[in-house]
């Protein structure tokens, strides 16, 4: 089982590019999320699935949209990149419900000059 | 508005002895609680959860955590740190919220760990 991975691990963009992030995951999980990470502000949800076909809003979708065609896969995707998109991303997947923990990919740091 | 809080950014313990990382919380009802750690350069990884029941909550590499409502904490614990513990401990709750089901979790700041040897 390779878990939740992600591509690519690194990135570098200039403003205006656009760019999609793959998070795959081989736990036939329902649930899947995408995170960012920046200092002293822990991990904030971006976006979220609940099945495939299905997406919704997290606390900062602003600048980012997601697609889940295939329940194993959930793409992120920047339309026109900013510094502000400048960050750590994360994405995660659990069996769903409220009391099951995610299981988390390793990470694309993403840099927007 | 429900949040979490990590009072301490970093947690300074010599190895061998007990660790203690906070959290506190601010959400309506009886929330689910959960610690994450995460090593430099990777993901989070699941270290315990507080659905219900024993205030006291066992997880991995040794960890445990105490539930306290009247206090609206969820404590990490260690009794002997090690040095391979250093890492960044996150606080995560995810409120018991009826309208949806998706497992959204609200983190803390996150609290660096470092054991010295």
């Known amino acids: 089982n390779a878990g939740v991975t992600q591509t690519p691990k690194f990135r570098v963009l200039k403003t205006g590019q656009s760019m999609t992030l793959l998070c795959a995951q081989d736990?036939?999980?329902?649930?899947m999320y995408w995170y960012r990470q920046d200092p002293g502000m822990g991990l904030r949800l971006i976006h979220y699935s609940v099945g495939e076909g299905t997406t919704a809003k997290g606390e900062v979708p602003d600048g980012y949209n997601v697609s889940r065609l295939k329940k194993q896969n959930f793409l992120l995707g920047l339309e026109s990149a900013a510094p502000s998109q400048t960050s750590v991303y994360f994405c995660?997947?659990?069996?769903?419900?409220?009391?099951?923990?995610?299981?988390f990919g390793p990470g694309t740091r993403l840099t927007v000059l | 508005a429900q949040s979490v809080a990590q009072p301490e950014d970093q947690v300074n313990v010599a190895e061998g002895n007990p660790l203690t990382v906070k959290c506190t919380y601010s959400?309506?009802?009886?929330?689910?609680l959960f610690w994450y750690v995460q090593y430099p350069n990777r993901g989070l990884q699941f270290l315990l959860k507080y659905i219900t029941g024993d205030n006291l909550v066992k997880g991995s590499y040794g960890f445990e955590a105490e539930f306290n409502k009247s206090q609206t904490s969820f404590h990490l614990k260690k009794p002997s740190a090690l040095v391979s513990d250093s890492a960044l401990y996150f606080c995560?709750?995810?409120?018991?919220?009826?309208?949806?089901?998706?497992?959204?979790?609200?983190f803390g700041q996150g609290t660096t760990l470092q054991v010295k040897p």
């Open positions: 995660a997947s659990s069996y769903g419900g409220i009391i099951n923990e995610q299981f």
């Open positions: 959400v309506s009802g009886n929330p689910y």
């Open positions: 995560a709750v995810r409120p018991p919220d009826g309208s949806s089901n998706t497992g959204k979790l609200i």
């Open positions: 736990m036939n999980h329902e649930y």
